[in-house]
Every structure is written in C-alpha cells, then in structure tokens.
T-cell receptor, first 118, second 116 residues
Framework: KAGVTQTPRYLIKTRGQQVTLSCSPI?????VSWYQQTPGQGLQFLFE???????NKGNFPGRFSGRQFSNSRSEMNVSTLELGDSALYLC?????????????????FGPGTRLTVL | AQKITQTQPGMFVQEKEAVTLDCTYD???????LFWYKQPSSGEMIFLIY??????QNATEGRYSLNFQKARKSANLVISASQLGDSAMYFC?????????????FGGGTRLMVKP
C-alpha cells in the first residue's frame, strides 16, 4: 500500500510569489491535514479537509489556503510569500474524521515539502 | 500556556540502554489522546505509540512504552534497548475531544542521539 506522497519535495521561491503544494493521501483515506514546521515555531496545524470540506483551521493568515478534491488529494496554497514562510510543510492522512479523542485514529505523514523563500 | 511541553531539547543514550523522553501536557478536556512520533533527518513523521485518556493500562508497542500518569499530566516515552537507528527527533502530541477532527498539537521535540 503506497504511503502519503507530497510534491514537490523541495521548492525555492522569492518573496511575493505564490506557491501550491500537493498531497496525495493513502488510498481510501478521506481526511488530509496540513502542518507547518519551522525551527522557531515548531509544528503547527494549518488545516484539515475531509470530504472536500475544510473541517478545522489553525491560526494562520488568510494567505494560507487549501482545498481537497473528490479523490481526496489536497493542495495548499500560499500567496504573497514572506521569508517567514520558509518551512517544512507536512501532510497527514487519516481514514476518518474523529469525533472525540476516545477513538484512536492514526495519522500517516508524508515526507514533506521543504519550501525556501528568498 | 504551552499545551505540550518537552523539557529535554537533546539527549544522549548509550546503545542498548533504555531512555525516557519527557512530555507533560495541559488540557481541560476529560477526553484526549496522546501520541509520540519519531522524525528522522529525512523529515517524515513516524507514528510510535498512542495513549487514550481513558485507557487504564500504559500503552506498549515493541520497544516503546508510554508511562502515562494522568494526575500529573505526563506521558513519557520509554525506549528500551536503544539502537543507532533510534537517533532522531521525537515529538509528543495531543488531540483533544473539543477540537474538531484530527488536529494534533505538538511539543517542541527532543533530539535523541544514540552513542555506539
């Protein structure tokens, strides 16, 4: 069974540009979450999509957006890039959307996209 | 306040010895889940172990065990018989029932280095 794939793996952009990152979840998984990892802020939740709908959103500016397609693949977009957007962007897929933490639901992470903004 | 605190930025352990990585958490939810992930230099997050707040027994997965002390709000990871391949960053994370979906809150991580 193929794991979570993210493309591209590495990306270099300049300030002011926009970027689109892609995530393909494990086959059959319908939930896709995105995280940003930086040395200063650590791992922070961006948003989660389930069945093409955004279900939860972290504390990020509106420049960060995402979407999910009918095949569960997800994209995230960052417009008007800033130097501080340089980070490792991780995508995680899950089989289901959890209602309450009692129910265990493993998340499988992809290898990430390393974005460098110059 | 930090929801997940990992107080050890870096640790060394001798190969074949056991090591404990600390994690304390803060939540007002009665229902929550605690996770440990390993992140090698390649960047991918690898799931290690899970503990639900209502689980009465400490979770174990092979060489990994979770020392769950609910009253103290701690969920320390114990790795037995360390191997060179265990050298990586380790993250403690929490999912709270009041949050919709699968959102995880992560700690700052601990870098573990295994010495031969």
């Amino acid at each position: 069974k193929a794991g979570v794939t993210q493309t591209p793996r590495y990306l270099i952009k300049t300030r002011g540009q926009q970027v689109t990152l892609s995530c393909s979840p494990i086959s059959g998984h319908r939930s896709v979450s995105w995280y940003q990892q930086t040395p200063g802020q650590g791992l922070q939740f961006l948003f989660e999509y389930f069945s093409e709908t955004q279900r939860n959103k972290g504390n990020f500016p509106g420049r960060f957006s995402g979407r999910q397609f009918s095949n569960s693949r997800s994209e995230m977009n960052v417009s008007t890039l800033e130097l501080g957007d340089s980070a490792l962007y991780l995508c995680a897929s899950s089989l289901r959307l959890v209602a309450g933490a009692l129910r265990y639901n493993e998340q499988f992470f992809g290898p990430g996209t390393r974005l460098t903004v110059l | 306040a930090q929801k997940i605190t990992q107080t050890q930025p870096g640790m060394f352990v001798q190969e074949k010895e056991a090591v404990t990585l600390d994690c304390t958490y803060d939540t007002s939810d009665q229902s929550y889940g605690l996770f440990w992930y390993k992140q090698p230099s390649s960047g991918e997050m690898i799931f290690l172990i899970y503990q639900g707040s209502y689980d009465e027994q400490n979770a174990t997965e092979g060489r990994y065990s979770l020392n769950f002390q609910k009253a103290r709000k701690s969920a320390n990871l114990v790795i037995s018989a360390s191997q060179l391949g265990d050298s990586a960053m380790y993250f403690c994370a929490m999912r709270e029932a009041n949050n919709a979906g699968n959102m995880l809150t992560f700690g700052g991580g601990t870098r573990l280095m295994v010495k031969p």
